[in-house]
């Protein structure tokens, strides 16, 4: 099994959860912010040149949430996914999905606004918007994750992974968030994570 990872990116999902589940992968650095993922040789595994890219022998998956499913599907052992009959699976797929329908898409922006952008483009009212929206989405995890130490109760599983690592993005925004920055603060500490953070 291999992953194409580049730091700071969403490829961190896959990587912390392949750490989790402690199985031996290879790791390929793309550093997709110098342009690296555009070369010929990495387009011929995957077509958009993005990361995270997961190879698991005839299997090619490039999507971080669909290689989060699968790996937890695959090592069903290890219980980071509900099983697919049980009452948490709905909110399981829920809140995987959270994560790049509904978080994501203002904290790119943000992103863009402040960072990615030529200066020129780059509006500040986008930024303002942005962050309001993304204060709605925090009061709403910060509100489901009341009295739980993980987002499905007391049940570690993929999901937290996912919604931590993009929280990790922007730490500053959740400080008002007692619960939810616990939250981060919390599930930040665990080896698993710590390891991934240690593959530059
Ligand atoms: N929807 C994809 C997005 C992948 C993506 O855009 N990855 C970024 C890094 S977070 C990337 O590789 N950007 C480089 C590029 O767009 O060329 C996923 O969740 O895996």
């Known amino acids: 099994m291999k992953l194409y990872h580049c ?6 999902r896959p990587l912390w959860l392949l750490e ?3 199985i031996s992968y290879d790791i390929a650095f793309i550093d997709v912010f110098n342009n690296k993922g555009q070369q010929q040789s990495y387009l011929k595994i995957n077509p958009l040149g993005t990361v995270p890219t997961l190879v698991d022998d005839d299997i090619t998956l490039y999507e971080a949430g669909a290689i989060c499913l699968y790996l937890s599907d695959k090592y069903t052992q290890h219980n980071l ?3 697919i009959n049980a009452p948490n699976r709905g909110h399981y797929y829920q809140w995987m999905f959270f994560v790049p329908g509904t978080m994501e898409p203002p904290l790119v922006n943000i992103f863009l606004h402040t960072q990615l952008l030529e200066v020129s483009k780059r509006r500040q009212s986008v930024i303002d918007d942005s962050k309001k ?9 910060d509100h489901s994750l009341r009295n739980k130490t993980y ?23 959740i400080s008002n968030f007692e619960t939810l920055n616990n939250y981060h603060q919390t599930l930040s500490q665990r080896p698993a994570f710590k390891r991934a953070l240690l593959q530059k």
């Open 133 to 141: 929206r993304f204060e709605r989405i925090a009061a709403v995890l």
């Open 20 to 22: 989790e589940l402690g």
């Open 81 to 83: 996914a509900p099983r």
């Open 7 to 12: 730091s700071n990116t969403r490829s961190f």
């Open 151 to 173: 987002i499905l109760g007391e049940y570690f599983s993929t999901a937290d992974i996912m919604i931590v690592s993009t929280l990790d993005w922007f730490p500053e925004l």
